[in-house]
DNA sequence: ATGTAC
């Protein structure tokens, strides 16, 4: 973000904002000039360099956002891709959305924002291109927080992320039906339990390890399945966080622990799928070469998480929140935003639950993606999809941003590190995959992460993102509107039209039309702004040849 | 997202 000098700006402050973009040199108080105060008031120019001493931070890091204007509604600012907020009420700091100027911000995802931006001991609140209405939190943001956690800044689907796994084959060699035909007698698609049900103690060790607990468990029935052999525990470094976090297993309740022993290996339904792929466009040489991506390489995408146990945990440590708030006369910003003091010791019994349903959707994937190269590899002897990376993109994690551990809560969005952060590990030279698919039918995008990101604590949009809601797409209300307030059903033949060519499997074939191309944003429009705002880069584009939808 | 609501 270009950010202007000033000599001397008379202003409040929203907390501060740390960013490594550039160091500030200018001074921080006295009076701005009228025209630049005009400048400030269009939303042409929201932010100001200055130097000043705030909470741990050197001086010469922060820097701090003007919320002194009373500002009416959206500003655009002059950078093209971001748009800052006004700060007005009871909210912390001005939140910021980087978006494409063509895709318009629905009012209650930015309500929402606002609403994050007033949680006692927020930092940092940010809108992902693809932002949408979700549950008190919109999906596709991150909020960064010094002494709070907050469930709903995490959602349902804790650990819902995406998983690559590359072919040396050409998509031409490959019929794609008879894969997902094969794919589709081992996984079950939507809701559904498994063949692999865990006892209690086996299923709450697994969940503390994570992927590397794989390593100490029986499951008879999986070792049966699979026709080849294959290592349980197997590329670990490509999985973000090495497809284990710190969890606490005791920390879910006995009926988180219960629908989870069950689920192993299953997809869900809502927009998860797993989709076979052509690349279609090559758009960084080198870094291709170093993932393995190849123009007109046949590839499988996975979009999963944590199935039962993630939404009971959820579930269960709102209640609790509210409960506690309740007891107590802590004042909530409303019902849907509870919230744990990082001193709470419910803060860490969430942060253990959370990451055991994380470890489990990390599981999930997978051994999935197990299931996936064994069918595959029965279909195309001799040939072993390899996995590129795993990631997590609804989750809260301490990270170091400037000097600061900070609990960044990514809702709907990725982590997107770049080469410095990925230092010690085979993404040292070119940053971490992002894997950001589109709606289905549509493109999906391998990117990577810059060093310029510290706007959005490293991370990036998630996907799509949708633009009409699910009653509304599939024309099961007849009030159904899209989220800009048109009428807007799908009929079958434009749903059709949109899935020609694509071949679909679908466990529910009522509800699938919630999925269509037509109720989600523009991928490739909001790809361009995640360019455009220096976030990341695009490395290979990816067309869908056949989707299995729960 | 979800044993698609208590």
């Given amino acids: 973000m270009a950010l202007a000098r000033v000599r001397s700006l008379t202003f409040t402050v929203s907390p501060p904002i740390w960013s490594s973009t550039r160091p500030v040199t200018t001074n921080g108080s006295g009076r701005v000039a009228p025209s630049r105060l005009r ?79 007033q949680l006692p001991g927020v930092l940092d609140v940010v809108g992902m291109p693809d932002i949408h209405v979700g549950y008190g939190v ?111 297993a005791n920390a879910c309740s006995d009926g988180a622990l219960k629908r989870g022993r069950t689920q192993l290996a299953t997809l869900g339904g809502g927009n998860h799928f797993i989709e076979l792929q052509a690349v279609d466009r090559i758009e960084d040489e080198a870094v291709a070469r170093e993932f393995g991506l190849f123009k007109g390489q046949f590839v499988i995408m996975l979009h999963s998480g944590s199935r039962g146990i993630g939404h009971q945990v959820g579930d269960d440590y709102m209640a609790l929140g509210r409960q506690i708030a309740d007891k107590d006369r802590r004042e909530m910003v409303n019902r849907e935003l509870p919230y744990f003091r990082l001193s ?129 797409a599939s024309g099961r209300s007849r009030r159904g509107r899209d989220l800009r307030g048109r009428r807007a059903a799908i009929s079958d033949e434009d749903f059709a039209r949109a899935m020609e060519g694509i071949y679909l499997i679908s466990e529910n074939i009522r509800t699938v039309k919630e999925e269509a191309p037509q109720a989600y944003k523009d991928i490739d429009l909001i790809t361009e702004a995640v360019v455009g705002a220096g976030l990341a880069r695009t490395v290979a584009r990816l067309k869908p040849l056949a989707v299995l939808k729960g």
Avoid at 410 to 432: D, N, V, W
Wanted: with cysteine.
């Fill in 39 to 117: 400048r400030l008031a269009a939303g042409l120019d929201t932010t100001a360099i200055v130097s000043g001493v705030l909470g741990r931070a050197k001086p010469r890091d922060i820097r701090y956002y003007v919320s002194s204007m009373s500002l009416e509604g959206v500003n655009r600012s002059a950078e093209r891709f971001v748009t800052t907020l006004a700060r007005e009420g009871g909210m912390k700091l001005a939140p910021r959305i980087f978006s494409h100027p063509r895709i318009p911000l629905e009012k209650d995802a930015v309500r929402q924002l606002r609403d994050a931006a």
């Fill in 138 to 248: 919109p999906i596709g943001c991150v909020i960064a927080a010094l002494d709070i956690v907050c469930p709903a800044a995490v959602g349902y689907d804790v650990n819902c992320g995406m998983r690559l796994l590359t072919s040396p084959l050409r998509a031409g060699e490959v019929n794609p039906k008879r894969v997902a035909d094969e794919i589709a007698k081992r996984i079950p698609l939507g809701e559904g339990k498994n063949n692999y049900a865990l006892d209690k103690k086996s299923f709450r060790r697994l969940v503390n390890k994570g992927v590397p607990g794989l390593a100490d468990v029986d499951i008879p029935q999986l070792a049966k399945d699979l026709r080849h052999d294959w290592e349980l525990v197997s590329e670990i470094d490509n999985i973000e966080d090495r497809g284990s976090l710190p969890a606490n």
């Fill in 344 to 472: 709470e010791k419910h803060a860490d019994d969430y942060l253990g639950a959370m990451n055991a349903a994380a470890n489990f959707a990390f599981i999930n994937r997978h051994l999935m993606a197990l299931l996936v190269k064994d069918a595959f590899l029965t279909s195309y002897p001799g040939v072993r999809l390899k996995l590129l990376w795993d990631l997590a993109h609804n989750i809260a994690k301490f990270e170091e941003h400037l000097g600061n551990r900070i609990l960044v809560h990514r809702k709907g969005a990725a982590r997107a590190f770049g080469p410095e952060r990925m230092k010690g590990t085979r993404f040292a030279h070119t940053g971490q995959p992002v894997l950001v698919p589109g709606s289905m039918g549509t493109a999906s995008y391998v990117m990577i992460g810059t060093e310029k990101n510290a706007d959005t604590y490293a991370s990036i949009n998630h996907g799509a993102g949708r633009v009409m809601s699910r009653i509304a």
